[in-house]
């Protein structure tokens, strides 16, 4: 309601008056210091001219992940161009620059750039778009944005877990061939910055670097292609305590069977299957995380030579259950040949006799340890030339018959482990 004065005149109220936008003030001020509705932005820079040099330069914040499954890594970093438009020159009596934001950049030419091999890749906008334009008097302009990309990595896994990884982010012009944009690094490989707080679990970072190619496309022409490198050699602890160390105690674990008693079955007979069921959940676990490549890893050779000397050590057993079987059937037929002729006597022949037998089926005869092994001796006086019916004997020999049916174990006991340090020999100085 207006107010009336003492003369009777009206008043406006100030209160009604609205203010105007300032942002929209200094956007249209803005635009027409740096004269954006009298130039075409759809073309480049000097169009019909020289090509115009862009430079490049990139500040990486974080190398967030590393994917042997997926074949990417992830890297969040600020890309920042240079190049110069003199169609947005201005007056300026301090020569200083102006800063804006993500808004401006909608309506004057940028370069197109874009991640060759490229999964996925945001600009943050958080809290709003993290996007920087900032213009010089004389037209030079810096364009800043913080983006994320996931990228491919081709690896070889050749030598996992001992390899050595060079990944590659690639940038280029999608629409401008080198005829139109010259990208190149702004000051080489000093172009490249990278936060000394950057570091991966697995990975150590030994090298960042960038370079600078050509890419021809059949279709388009040759384009400039600006290339980020980055070294990564992995850690091996981890890998040493949750692979290695597990697969050589199973095959540690499979030589003991080898001071077992051969007659303990229950014993010797799990310990084998237990150690190569283990050995079968490591590989599994291991090639669980891994891709399905078609070449054969560092990593599995190690595995699957420990898996056949697990592997072994169960049919070492078998074989020497299946010669003392053998042996025990020889014995038995020669006891029967010696039962037959037990009874006879002639002379100049000494009676036979036995020394107090082991009832075993496995024939020891309770003799005393030689050499650490206990052997199973039989003195045996065989009549050679005997006429059964008669009883007449031509001539008597003695022969002594050795049978140790635990050789196999006792060369086992040294074969196995200097095979085994042998291979891990070979197989460190190969791939350390």
């Not at 993290?130 to 364009?143: E, I, T």
Request: net charge neutral; aromatic share 12%.
């Amino acid at each position: 309601m207006p107010l009336t004065g003492q003369s009777g005149r009206k008043i406006a109220s100030p209160i009604f008056k609205m203010s105007p936008d300032i942002t929209k003030a200094w956007t249209a001020k803005s635009q027409q210091v740096l004269k954006i509705h009298d130039h075409d932005f759809t073309m480049r820079p000097g169009f019909g001219g020289p090509a115009v040099p862009v430079g490049v330069d990139v500040q990486v914040e974080s190398l967030d992940a590393i994917s042997e499954v997926e074949m990417d890594f992830t890297m969040t970093l600020y890309l920042r161009h240079y190049w110069k438009d003199e169609r947005l020159s201005f007056r300026s009596n301090n020569n200083q620059s102006m800063t804006f934001d993500g808004r401006l950049v909608k309506k004057i030419w940028v370069p197109d750039m874009f991640f060759v091999h490229s999964k996925k890749s945001f600009t943050h906008d958080t809290t709003t778009d993290n996007v920087m334009l900032r213009v010089y008097p004389d037209g030079k302009v810096l364009y800043s944005l913080r983006v994320t990309v996931t990228a491919m990595c081709s690896m070889d896994l050749s030598r996992f877990p001992l390899d050595t990884q060079t990944c590659s982010l690639e940038i280029e012009s999608y629409a401008y061939t080198d005829d139109d944009l010259m990208l190149y690094w702004k000051e080489g490989n000093r172009s490249l910055v990278t936060d000394e707080r950057i570091s991966l679990s697995q990975f150590l970072i030994q090298e960042f670097h960038t370079t600078t190619r050509l890419a021809f496309y059949s279709s388009t022409g040759w384009y400039n292609r600006l290339y980020i490198n980055f070294t990564l050699r992995r850690h091996i602890f981890f890998f040493l305590l949750q692979t290695y160390f597990p697969a050589t105690l199973m095959v540690m674990l499979s030589w003991v069977s080898f001071w077992i008693d051969r007659r303990a079955v229950p014993a010797r007979v799990p310990l084998g299957i237990t150690t190569v069921l283990t050995m079968s959940t490591i590989i599994t676990g291991v090639n669980a995380s891994m891709p399905r490549v078609s070449y054969i890893k560092a990593v599995d050779i190690y595995l699957w030579v420990s898996f056949v000397f697990v592997f072994l050590s169960v049919i070492e057993y078998a074989a020497v259950n299946y010669l003392s079987t053998l042996q025990e059937r020889k014995e038995r037929k020669l006891r029967e040949r010696l039962m037959c002729t037990c009874g006879m006597t002639h002379p100049g022949m000494m009676p036979l006799t036995y020394s107090e037998m082991d009832v075993n089926t496995t024939g020891n005869y309770g003799l005393p340890v030689e050499n650490g092994i206990k052997g199973e001796r039989m003195m045996v006086q065989m009549a050679t030339g005997t006429d059964l019916v008669t009883g007449h004997v031509d001539s008597s020999a003695y022969s002594h018959v050795w049978i140790d049916t635990h050789v196999i174990d006792k060369y086992s006991r040294v074969l196995f482990p200097g095979s085994y340090i042998l291979f891990n020999i070979i197989y460190w100085s190969i791939y350390s």
